[in-house]
C-alpha cells in the first residue's frame, strides 16, 4: 500500500530529514507535497487526497491544532514530529496515530508508518464490502453500501431492481436516485438472498415486492411500480412465479 503523504515542518533541515529518512527505510510513503506552515498545509490538504500527514506542532500562523480545527473533518491519518513531549496528550486528543520525538528515531518512525499501514488496510477492506447489518442487532432490513469516505445505509425496500455493468453494479432506487457500486451482480443477489430480490435475467436483480405486473412470454416480463419493465430470462422464470403462488 502506497500512503499519499505530506510533510508539514517549518524548519527546512528537519523537513529534510525527515524526507530522506522516508526515502530510504519507508518505500511505500509516496510525499506528494511539502509545507512550512499552516496556511501551505491547508492548501495542500484541500487539494490532495491524503492518506498521512506528517506534522509539527509549532509553525508560523498558528499549530498543528489550528491546522486540524481548520480542516475539520479528516480522512487522513496523522503523525505528529515534533520536539516537545507536552503536546502528547493533546495530539492524542486530536486522534494522532502516533506521536515521534525529536531527534527522529529511525525504528520508530519505520513503526509509526506501519501502524497507519495497518490501518488504512483495515479502513479499505470495510469499504470495499457491502455488508448486511446484523439482525440481531434490530437493524434487519438494511444494506451498506462502501462510499469512498465509508459507507451508506439504505433500506433494502428502498431498491427497486440492481443491474449488472461488467464488474459493476447500478442499484435504482424508489426516490429516482442511482448508486454505483465495484461489485458484481452475483455479489448483490447472495448478499440480498433473504430479503426478496430474484435474479431474473442475467443482467438484472428485481425486488419482489415492487412487481406491479407480470406479462407472459417464453420468459416474459415485469412490470416494476416505478413503469420499468424487465424481461425475464426462461430459466429464471419459475423462480420469479415461485413468490407469487
Same mark, same amino acid.
Given at each position: ?9 517549518? /524548519? ?23 509545507? $512550512? ?45 515534533? %520536539? ?11 486522534? %494522532? +496515530? ?19 499501514? /495497518? ?5 479499505? %477492506? ?55 457500486? +465495484? ?7 447472495? %448478499? ?45 422464470? +419459475?423462480?420469479?412465479? $415461485?413468490?407469487?403462488?
Amino acid at each position: 500500500m502506497k500512503l499519499k503523504s505530506i510533510l508539514v515542518e517549518d /524548519e527546512e533541515t528537519s523537513r529534510e530529514i525527515l524526507k530522506n529518512y522516508l526515502n530510504k527505510y519507508c518505500p511505500n510513503v509516496d510525499i506528494v507535497g511539502e509545507a $512550512s506552515n499552516i496556511n501551505e498545509a491547508l492548501e495542500l490538504i484541500r487539494t490532495q487526497e491524503l492518506d498521512l500527514v506528517f506534522l509539527d506542532v509549532e509553525m508560523p500562523y498558528g499549530n498543528a491544532f489550528d491546522l486540524l480545527d481548520k480542516v475539520g473533518d479528516r480522512h487522513f491519518e496523522t503523525v505528529f514530529v515534533t %520536539a516537545y513531549n507536552h503536546y502528547a496528550l493533546d495530539a492524542l486528543n486530536a486522534h %494522532a +496515530s502516533y506521536y515521534l520525538m525529536k531527534p527522529i528515531d529511525i525504528d520508530e518512525l519505520i513503526k509509526a508508518v506501519d501502524y497507519v499501514v /495497518e490501518i488504512k488496510t483495515k479502513e479499505d %477492506a470495510l469499504q470495499d464490502q457491502v455488508l448486511v447489518p446484523n439482525t440481531t442487532n434490530n437493524i434487519d432490513g438494511k444494506i451498506t453500501i462502501p462510499q469512498q469516505d465509508g459507507f451508506e445505509v439504505i433500506s433494502t425496500a428502498d431498491i427497486l431492481f440492481c443491474k449488472a455493468d461488467d464488474n459493476y453494479t447500478e442499484i435504482y432506487l424508489n426516490n429516482n436516485k442511482k448508486k454505483v457500486v +465495484s461489485k458484481t451482480l452475483k455479489y448483490f443477489e447472495e %448478499a440480498l438472498q433473504d430479503s426478496n430480490f430474484a435474479r431474473i435475467h442475467k443482467s438484472y436483480l428485481v425486488n419482489v415486492n415492487e412487481v406491479v405486473k407480470y406479462v407472459k412470454g417464453k420468459g416474459g416480463s415485469v412490470i416494476l411500480s416505478n413503469g420499468k419493465e424487465v424481461m425475464v430470462s426462461p430459466s429464471k422464470k +419459475s423462480e420469479l412465479l $415461485s413468490y407469487f403462488k
